[in-house]
């Protein structure tokens, strides 16, 4: 079965703070996701990669920046954390595209920042 | 502006009644639909999917349908048990990424 481990399930941070979200999956897939999750709004996509050292904006990215050095790990990065960053955070990855492969998401990171 | 809608926040149903989620999307480029459920304090999970060359997939109790004209998908669930009390998202693709509804919050009273 194919595991998402995000790192944290609970953040606190204070605005101005550089943060860290880090995901790891274990079933070698090619494509790895974050997206947030916000009451009325759903799932935003904020950054994707399809391969290694590769990274694609998504809808959402601003205030956001993304590492994949390996292709098990894809990090997310909020480079100067700010009161509207608050939010559940979900990692996902697939095998290929939704056609062929669903994505399957991590449990989340709850993220406050006061 | 969001592509994919789902307008009811929420659905109440009796245990072994039909639940009915509706979805609307804009985009006429989307070309493959998806509907994903998610219990608290977990990430979602894929439900059922449909490709646009179809009107109709099955999958046990669930049946999603899919009227292109009108643009708009429905999630059937029949008959609706305690364990389907989740939040479910409708999402659709036209390329390799996910555009997710806002998601309708199901839940089944015995």
């Known amino acids: 079965d194919v595991k998402v481990t995000q790192s944290s399930r609970y953040l606190v941070k204070r605005t101005g703070e550089k943060v860290f979200l880090e995901c790891v999956q274990d079933?070698?897939?090619?494509?790895m996701f974050w997206y947030r999750q916000d009451p009325g709004l759903g799932l935003r996509l904020i950054y994707f990669?399809?391969?290694?050292?590769?990274?694609e904006k998504g809808d959402i990215p601003e205030g956001y920046s993304v590492s994949r050095e390996k292709k098990e790990r894809f990090s997310l990065i909020l480079e100067s954390a700010s009161t509207n960053q608050t939010s559940m955070y979900l990692c996902?990855?697939?095998?290929?595209?939704?056609?062929?492969?669903?994505?399957?998401f991590g449990n989340g990171t709850r993220l406050t920042v006061t | 502006d969001q592509q994919v809608k789902q307008n009811s926040p929420s659905l109440s149903v009796q245990e072994g009644r039909i639940s009915i989620l509706n979805c609307d999307y804009t985009?006429?480029?989307?070309?493959?639909f998806l509907w994903y459920k998610k219990y608290p304090a977990e990430g979602p999970t894929f439900l059922i999917s449909?490709?646009?060359?179809?009107d109709k997939n099955e999958d046990g109790r669930f049946t999603v349908f899919l009227n292109k004209s009108a643009k708009h998908l429905s999630l059937h669930i029949v008959p609706s048990q305690p364990g389907d009390s989740a939040v479910y998202f409708c999402?659709?693709?036209?390329?390799?990424?996910?555009?997710f509804g806002a998601g309708t919050q199901v839940v089944v009273t015995p």
């Open positions: 996902a990855s697939s095998f290929s595209g939704p056609k062929s492969s669903p994505l399957h």
């Open positions: 079933m070698d897939h090619e494509n």
């Open positions: 990669s399809y391969d290694v050292k590769m990274k």
């Open positions: 985009n006429s480029m989307f070309d493959y």
């Open positions: 449909i490709s646009s060359i179809k």
């Open positions: 999402a659709a693709s036209a390329d390799r990424k996910l555009q």
